[in-house]
């Protein structure tokens, strides 16, 4: 869950980079998908069902995770819809609200998904699996008519207020319309507090009881995996960061919250030899100091003068410190290395 | 054997803010060894050695990055920490506080330092870091007379004939290559263009 709320926080400075940093992402994301399965082959080895428990869930979800938001080809459109929410920071009318998206989805529909900003991710997501699934799962947005017809049948549905539950599709929207209403009152508590944007966790008190027993519903009868940013998602679920989509700013998130060296260097290389650090490597910390370095780096130095390269203090007793560290911290970096996979691929 | 790898990718790196950092680093003298190379500073604003630019000749142990590189001031310059007759500078680290983390940038942004901030109470030159000590105003002066003698003329002179030559219509990286060749010799360099 840390990593979740570190996620949020550092999601919407590092937009303002991504759209540069576009480029260079797709290599990224192989790289880190290499990195995934180099990892997921290295526990698997190294302890076997321990390890390969965490990791069923994660690559499970990893297998499907995609599958509603990659069935879209234009995402932008249900996130602009979302923006527009919480522009405007009050629920409004659905039809106006959809009018304005389909207006601007002529437009803008092949805007980069980057331009919005990024903590409002997890809504975002939310309202995609639902037009999905409101549409008959799947269903692409190929244009702004389609994307009218999409938004006017989640409108249709919220006439209906509360829907019928036994109906799968109307259950679902009937939630979707709670979701995004509890959302619009959890964005007006972001704007105000923008430093405390925890993961956006539905209050209770905004939903009604037909509602919340509608989404215990909708919970249960769900086949799909879990998209790594949905709001419902159990918490129980390995958490999956966001960072996943960029990881190309995943540096500039560290750095703009502020997280010291240790966190920053998960996808960086290896200052003394330029190699870039494998997620072993990144979650190796053999100097209380935080200065990361990769192994081999590391073994070269002890072998030398043993002095930390960050610090020049010698490394005390570091396989037993330093080991006690890294392995707290290696399930963090191979939930977030895993996560990379799962990230929606534009 | 030194990691190439990484001296290439220092390489590009330092080059590519030198016009902000003052700093660039190349092959010594256009050759092929990754393993001496030399370095360029330009003198820091407001000292003596300001206007001046400063080569330095850098050796890359083997053991590179794990031991720290071989740096000598070529030009000459008046400073207690560099010795005025080899060039020979006294800087930590450079010695026993190097570090694999520092890189031949920040060494060569150390050497700026040090040129702004002399440490006369751990001199290389004792007889320039007693001048420096006890009479600053020649100390000054001095300094600023080698600068210009020394870290001035050959890069300006270059700088001048290359302009020179390539208004006569020679491409400039032809130019440089040829002075170089010829050793900054204008006549030579023009009639190995005109031969060539």
């Given at each position: 869950m840390e990593y979740d709320a570190m996620a949020h926080d550092a999601s919407s400075p590092a937009a303002r980079d991504a759209k540069k940093k576009r480029g260079n992402r797709s290599a990224k994301l192989k790289q880190s998908k290499l990195d995934v399965r180099r990892e997921q082959w290295l526990s698997q080895v190294k302890d076997g069902k321990e390890v390969k428990a965490v990791v069923s869930p994660g690559a499970a979800a990893g297998a499907n995770s995609g599958s509603p938001i990659l069935a879209s080809p234009h995402p932008p459109l249900p996130r602009r819809r979302a923006e527009i929410r919480t522009r405007e920071g009050e629920p409004e009318d659905c039809k106006e609200d959809s009018v304005g998206v389909s207006q601007d989805a002529g437009s803008s529909d092949l805007e980069s998904p980057t331009h919005s900003p990024v903590s409002y991710r997890p809504h975002v997501s939310c309202l995609q699996q639902k037009h999905c699934s409101g549409n008959g799962g799947g269903r692409s947005f190929s244009s702004g008519s389609s994307a009218w017809s999409s938004s006017r049948s989640v409108t249709d549905s919220d006439d209906d207020t509360g829907g019928s539950p036994e109906n799968d599709d109307d259950g679902v929207l009937d939630d979707w319309e709670a979701v995004a209403d509890a959302l619009s009152v959890d964005d007006s508590h972001n704007h105000q507090d923008p430093v405390q944007a925890a993961p956006p966790v539905v209050p209770a008190s905004c939903l009604g009881p037909d509602n919340a027993a509608t989404r215990q519903e909708s919970i249960k009868s769900r086949t799909k995996a879990w998209?790594?940013?949905?709001?419902?998602?159990?918490?129980?679920?390995p958490s999956l960061s966001k960072q996943a989509s960029f990881p190309a700013s995943m540096g500039n998130c560290w750095v703009a919250m502020g997280i010291g060296s240790a966190q920053k260097g998960i996808l960086s290389s290896c200052p003394i030899c330029y190699e870039d650090l494998d997620p072993t490597d990144s979650s190796f910390l053999p100097c209380p100091c935080g200065f990361h370095l990769c192994l081999f780096c590391h073994k070269r130095i002890l072998e030398a003068d043993?002095?930390?390269?960050?610090?020049?203090?010698q490394y005390t007793s570091a396989s037993s410190g330093g080991g006690t560290v890294g392995n707290e911290r290696e399930m963090g970096n191979l939930r977030l290395f895993r996560s990379c996979s799962m990230g929606p691929r534009y | 054997m030194v990691d190439v790898s990484r001296v290439q990718k220092e390489l590009t790196e330092c080059n590519r803010d030198r016009e902000v950092s003052g700093v660039s680093i190349a092959l010594h003298d256009g050759g092929s060894s990754i393993s001496h190379l030399t370095g360029t500073i330009a003198g820091p604003l407001g000292t003596p050695y300001e206007g001046g630019t400063f080569l330095i000749d850098i050796r890359l142990p083997g053991g590179y990055p794990f031991e720290p590189p071989k740096m000598q001031f070529i030009t000459k310059v008046w400073h207690p920490n560099i010795s005025s007759q080899n060039g020979a500078i006294c800087l930590d680290i450079l010695k026993d506080q190097w570090s694999p983390a520092l890189t031949l940038k920040t060494a060569l942004l150390s050497l700026q330092a040090l040129l702004s901030a002399p440490a006369p109470d751990d001199p290389q030159d004792a007889v320039v870091a007693q001048q420096y000590l006890r009479d600053y105003s020649t100390f000054s002066s001095t300094a600023r007379y080698w600068t210009e003698a020394f870290a001035k003329s050959t890069s300006t002179g270059m700088e001048e004939k290359v302009q020179k030559l390539v208004e006569m219509g020679f491409p400039e990286d032809m130019v440089r290559s040829v002075l170089k060749s010829v050793n900054g010799d204008e006549n030579m360099a023009l009639e190995k263009l005109c031969s060539g």
């Open positions: 998209s790594p940013d949905d709001v419902l998602r159990p918490q129980s679920l043993g002095r930390c390269p960050g610090c020049r203090k | -």
